[in-house]
């Protein structure tokens, strides 16, 4: 009968394993403590326009827009513009309606633009 005999290369290679995690763990382990730390940065707090600052701005661009005949100015200060939260509907209609003046479809975007000053009572006072 053959009896087996005992090896020692499963040991020898489970102590190469642990040896090589403990060489990586401790020389790996200073270069995570040496990142650079960014100091925590706070950011400004924008608030949104009041209704009544809204209106007199959105007034404004529509007026200029009127006098002066440019879209393109009109539909940037539009985009610029921050909106308060229950104006954001009238304010994407009004930026679509400008849009269209931009792209030279004087027609749609004047028929747009009627809508909107029908619906809302304070534009262009």
């Given at each position: ?8 290369f499963p040991f ?11 060489f ?5 382990q ?6 650079v ?7 400004p707090v ?14 404004t661009?529509?007026?200029?827009f ?7 100015s ?6 610029d513009?921050r ?10 209609n ?11 479809n004087?027609a ?9 000053k ?8």
């Amino acid at each position: 009968m053959h009896m087996p005999y005992r090896t020692w290369f499963p040991f020898i290679l489970i102590g190469v394993a642990v040896s090589f995690t403990l060489f990586v763990a401790t020389f790996w382990q200073p270069t995570i403590s040496r990142t650079v730390q960014i100091p925590p940065v706070e950011l400004p707090v924008v608030m949104s326009p009041t209704t009544s600052q809204y209106e007199t701005e959105i007034n404004t661009i529509v007026i200029t827009f009127e006098t002066t005949g440019s879209a393109e100015s009109a539909y940037t200060s539009l985009l610029d513009l921050r909106v308060p939260a229950e104006f954001k509907e009238f304010h994407f209609n009004l930026v679509v309606a400008f849009g269209d003046f931009k792209l030279g479809n004087t027609a749609s975007g004047q028929a747009r633009l009627d809508l909107l000053k029908k619906a809302t009572p304070w534009l262009n006072q």
